[in-house]
C-alpha cells in the first residue's frame, strides 16, 4: 500500500484535473501573492510545491534566484517550460519531498501555498520553513478553513462520493487559529490575510474557470481591498520573521 508521499505524487504527476479545473484560484492565489509582496526587492525565492509555477514564476527576474520544489516530476516539466528565456539558469528545480529535501537557508522569500492538505505534518513543514527563512524575511502561506459553511458541505460531499470511489487520504485543513500558532512558534508574525472562496460542489461543472474567477472578483475583491471576508473559507497569509 503507497504512503500518503506517493499517493501525492501520483495525483500530481496526473494534475491536468488542477491545471485546468482549478485555473481559476490559481489566478486568484497568483494575483494575491503578488499584490502581497508589491514591489518588495526579493533575491532568493522558495516555492514550495510549486506546481507549475504559475505563483512563483512571475516573480522571476534578473538579480532573482527561484527554487522550485515539487514532489511531481510531471509538474515540474510544465514550470520548466513556463522559465522566461535567458532566465533558466536562474532557477533551481528539487523534485523530493520538502521534509526530506537539503535545502540552503537564507531564502528571503517562501511561498507555501496549497501545500498543508496533503502534508501528514503542517507543524513539520512550518518549523524547516522557519529554519530556511532570512531573518526579516517573508512567508505566504495557504489553508482551508475546517469550520466554515463551504469546508462543510464540500467534505459532506466528498464522504457521499467516497462510498463509491475511497479517497486515497484525507485532505488538511487548518484554521486561521492554528496556522497562526505554528508560525508563531518560528517567531513568524502575521502582518496580513486575504480571503475567498472554492466553488460548492457541482459549480465548476456548470460555470466556466473564467466565470468562478470573476464571480470569486466579484464577492471578495482583490488584496489589500479585500471584502464580504466571513464568506471565504480559503486564507492566504502573509508572515515576517522578527528580528
Not at 482551508?144 to 488538511?172: C, G, M, Q
Not at 459549480?203 to 470569486?216: A, D, F, I, K, Q
Request: glycine share 8%; proline share 5%.
Amino acid at each position: 500500500m503507497q504512503n500518503q508521499t506517493e499517493q501525492v505524487r501520483v495525483l500530481f504527476d496526473n494534475a491536468e484535473w488542477y491545471l485546468k479545473g482549478w485555473r481559476h484560484s490559481i489566478r486568484i492565489r497568483e494575483e494575491t501573492v503578488s499584490d502581497l509582496i508589491r514591489d518588495r526587492g526579493y533575491k532568493r525565492i522558495l516555492d514550495i510545491g510549486c506546481g507549475d509555477g504559475s505563483i512563483s514564476i512571475p516573480l522571476l527576474k534578473p538579480g532573482v534566484r527561484l527554487t522550485l520544489l515539487d514532489i511531481s516530476g510531471s509538474m515540474l516539466a510544465n514550470a520548466r517550460h513556463r522559465i522566461p528565456a535567458g532566465l533558466e539558469s536562474s532557477v533551481d528545480f528539487v523534485n523530493q519531498d520538502f521534509l526530506d529535501a537539503s535545502l540552503p537557508s537564507g531564502y528571503d522569500l517562501i511561498l507555501c501555498i496549497g501545500v498543508f492538505a496533503h502534508v501528514g505534518s503542517p507543524a513539520e513543514v512550518v518549523e524547516k520553513i522557519g529554519s530556511l527563512l532570512a531573518p526579516g524575511g517573508c512567508v505566504i502561506a495557504e489553508s482551508t478553513d475546517p469550520h466554515h459553511f463551504v469546508t462543510r458541505i464540500s467534505r459532506a460531499y466528498s464522504r457521499v462520493r467516497e462510498l463509491a470511489t475511497p479517497a486515497t487520504y484525507e485532505l488538511k485543513a487548518l484554521s486561521a487559529e492554528q496556522v497562526t500558532e505554528m508560525f508563531a512558534g518560528q517567531r513568524l508574525e502575521l502582518s496580513a490575510m486575504y480571503r475567498y472562496s472554492l466553488p460548492l460542489p457541482g459549480m465548476t461543472r456548470v460555470l466556466s474557470e473564467h466565470s468562478l474567477y470573476r464571480l470569486n472578483r466579484m464577492l471578495f475583491g482583490r488584496y489589500p481591498n479585500g471584502k464580504n471576508a466571513v464568506l471565504g473559507n480559503e486564507l492566504i497569509y502573509q508572515f515576517r520573521k522578527i528580528v
